[in-house]
C-alpha cells in the first residue's frame, strides 16, 4: 500500500507522509481484528480454541474505536498549520492506442 499511497499523495499534489502514517499505523490497529492479524492473536486463538467469529465479535469494536482515534489523531496533527487545501490539476490527457491493450500472440 505504501507505493500507491505515495503515488497517489502526489498526482493529487499532496504530501504523502501523512497517508503513509495512516497506511502504517492503521494496518497495526486493524490487525487486532482478526485470529490472523498479528502473531500475538495466532498464538491466543489457537491456545484458546477459539472461533474466528467469536474473535472477530469481541475485537471488532476495540479495532473499530481504535481506527477512529487513529484518524483523530492524525487529522489533528496534520491540519494543524497546514495551508489551505488547494484543487488539484486535472490530469493530462493521454491518447491510448488500441493496438497496445490488445494481448500479443504467442
Not at 3 to 17: C, D
Not at 27 to 44: F, K, Y
Amino acid at each position: 500500500m505504501a507505493p500507491f499511497a505515495i503515488t497517489a499523495a502526489k498526482r493529487m499534489g499532496l504530501k504523502p507522509v501523512p497517508y503513509l502514517l495512516a497506511v502504517a499505523t492503521a494496518s497495526n490497529i486493524g490487525s487486532v481484528a482478526s485470529i490472523t492479524g498479528n502473531p500475538q492473536n495466532m498464538l491466543i486463538g489457537s491456545y484458546s480454541g477459539i472461533h474466528y467469529r467469536d474473535f472477530l465479535a469481541h475485537l471488532g469494536p476495540v479495532a473499530i474505536a481504535g481506527l477512529f482515534l487513529d484518524w483523530l489523531v492524525l487529522w489533528l496533527l496534520c491540519t494543524r498549520n497546514a495551508p489551505p487545501a488547494q484543487r488539484a490539476a486535472d490530469p493530462p490527457e493521454r491518447r491510448i492506442e488500441a493496438a497496445s491493450l490488445l494481448k500479443p500472440g504467442s
